[in-house]
């Protein structure tokens, strides 16, 4: 306490907020009022009039009015730098509820088409016709490529849908893709023909926008480094500072590494990025891949600053329950187990490389993220870590990316393990997909299985950290959702409940999405909470999210974030 007092006195902070209801997420979850920060971290915390006596002639100072802060979130598990691809600028966003309606799409094709060069491509994604006015209105109504040669005469566009399935293009872009009234319909696709002028009508289903893919050309390097800031400024305004991008390759690495020594000094990088390198390859996961890799990467766990570092290793151990594919000991309802996507001749030489990956990566000082979402995989994966750490102990946090279906013995069997040895292994989890799939689950593994998947309080019971992310691009990293998610387990579809008994406390979700994850950054006395000597790294939201209906966490808006005591999202509301 003293010493705390003789600090105060001293430090003339550059940034005072107060007059808030700031929630610390400390040990206690304490809350208090204002925060005091200098060269970017927390120098003082506690109630306003304590410490706005703190203040400076040079002091810049916040009021938030009453309003609540939390420290900044963070994703632990995305791949930003494929969603940044999807993204403005790169590319429209023309999902509802942003367009609503094929005039709306064409304003923005046009506004796009003022600004870009002829004959460069315009892109979108997103457009969904079960929420467009006029095929609302009239069911044969279907979006044309007229649409957009009346605004894009002079650029190729291309428009895909939200599903994937479908592209809407304009005449150029199906010129450039030669495709006309004569191309015939390839194996797998097809290309809509006006039934009278048999022309193409601008719709492309399936395998018939491959042609057209060929001609899109490939983004630059420049154009991904903005891609980034871009990305990284959206993640700002919904209250991200931290998140794991978990799928990073070579090309990946260079390009957050440049953008970093470009940028950061303009102050225009405004993240903490945490790299999980995919040593082992992408697709099928390959033990001699990741050896040969493993003779050239020397870094290990932790290379880097508190902007952008290297945590560790990412191996794809299985597939997805949706599809049937993660590895299963009770069968899906139509009685297959899934399996590895590990190289072998057999499950169990798949098993063995999947453990040797493991060994290596532990040997090497990496700390190992593994996507594990059946139940056998999560055994296999779990056992080998903690059989690792008891034959070469080290400080490594390794977890399972998703943890789906992780039994209960597992999961008590990793949280005893973890206050016996001192080295605890972490569960990584998605709340916000588990909103979206929950009553499709019902029909792969049957209603009381699907009720368990990512069984969050059996993860939290069991004094297992759980870390909450939403798995970006495969959903919008919406972390109010994973919270309300989190705390409700209620379905998007129908709003059914799904598993009751593995629901968690609000507090409890906050702490999956703030200090749980800076554990797993190996970074919890630097962030995830605010408290002294941490990154002064925050979020202001524009509803109390302590006393809101749960059913409306989803709709607080972010106000202000701060990252490393830099303004770096203002909604221009406090
Ligand atoms: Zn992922």
Redesign the pocket.
């Known amino acids: 306490m003293e010493r705390r007092n003789v600090m105060m006195e001293r430090v003339l902070p550059d940034l005072v907020i107060f007059n808030g209801k700031v929630i610390t997420v400390d040990s206690k979850f304490s809350i208090t009022q204002a925060v005091a920060v200098k060269d970017g971290k927390i120098v003082a915390v506690g109630a306003s009039d304590k410490i706005k006596t703190l203040i400076g002639k040079q002091t810049k100072t916040i009021d938030l009015k009453g309003k609540t802060m939390l420290p900044g979130i963070n994703d632990t598990?995305?791949?930003i730098s494929d969603w940044a691809l999807s993204r403005p600028p790169l590319m429209l966003d023309i999902r509802f509820p942003l367009v609503k309606s094929i005039a709306d799409i064409v304003k923005m094709v046009g506004e796009k088409a003022s600004k870009v060069k002829p004959g460069e491509w315009i892109l979108g994604e997103g457009w969904d016709e079960g929420y467009l006015a006029e095929c609302l209105a009239d069911p044969d109504h279907k979006p044309s490529k007229e649409d957009l040669d009346r605004v894009a005469p002079y650029n190729p566009v291309a428009l895909t849908e939200y599903s994937g399935h479908r592209a809407w293009v304009n005449s150029q872009a199906l010129e450039m893709a030669g495709i006309t009234r004569d191309t015939p319909n390839p194996v797998g696709g097809e290309i809509k023909k006006d039934p009278f002028t048999g022309e193409p009508t601008g719709l492309l289903y399936e395998k018939a926008s491959t042609a057209l893919r060929a001609v899109i050309p490939p983004w630059t390097a420049q154009q991904r480094k903005e891609a980034l800031l871009g990305a990284m400024s959206e993640l700002n305004s919904i209250g991200i500072t931290s998140f794991t991008d978990?799928?990073i390759d070579r090309e990946k690495w260079a390009i957050y590494n440049d953008t970093l020594n470009e940028y950061f000094n303009d102050g225009k990088w405004t993240c903490r990025v945490n790299m999980m390198l995919m040593l082992a390859g992408f697709g099928k996961s390959n033990l001699d891949g990741m050896k040969e890799a493993l003779k050239y990467v020397g870094c290990r766990y932790n290379f880097g600053n508190e902007w952008l570092k290297v945590g560790g290793a990412k191996i794809v151990a299985d597939g997805i329950p949706p599809l049937k594919t993660a590895w299963m000991w009770e069968p899906y309802l139509d009685g297959t187990f899934g399996g590895l996507v590990v190289d072998g001749n057999s499950a169990k030489e798949q098993e063995e490389n999947l453990r040797e990956m493991i060994r290596i990566c532990h040997q090497n000082r990496f700390q190992v993220g593994i996507?594990s979402c059946g139940e056998r995989t999560i055994d296999v994966c779990t056992d080998q870590y903690m059989k690792c750490i008891e034959e070469d102990p080290w400080d490594a946090r390794h977890y399972i990316?998703h943890s789906d279906f992780s039994r209960p013995e597992t999961v008590k069997k990793i949280g005893e393990f973890g206050r016996r040895t001192g080295y605890e292994l972490a569960l990584n989890v998605q709340s916000p997909i588990k909103w979206t799939i929950s009553d499709f689950m019902e029909t792969v593994v049957g209603p009381q299985r699907a009720a368990y998947q990512w069984p969050l309080r059996t993860m939290l019971d069991n004094g297992v950290r759980v870390a909450n992310s939403s798995?970006a691009p495969?959903i919008y990293p919406d972390w109010k959702q994973g919270v309300q998610g989190a705390v409700l387990r209620e379905s998007k579809a129908t709003g059914q409940v799904s598993g009751p008994e593995q629901r968690i406390t609000l507090n409890e979700a906050i702490a999956t999405y703030t200090i749980n994850g800076a554990w797993l950054d190996h970074m919890e006395n630097l962030k995830g909470s605010i408290e002294v000597g941490k990154l002064a790294d925050f979020c202001v939201l524009d509803k109390d999210i302590l006393s809101v209906d749960p059913h409306e966490i989803k709709d607080i808006r972010t106000l202000m974030t701060i990252a490393g005591g830099k303004v770096v999202y203002d909604a221009g509301a406090i």
């Open positions: 598990h995305c791949h978990a799928s996507h990316i798995d495969v």
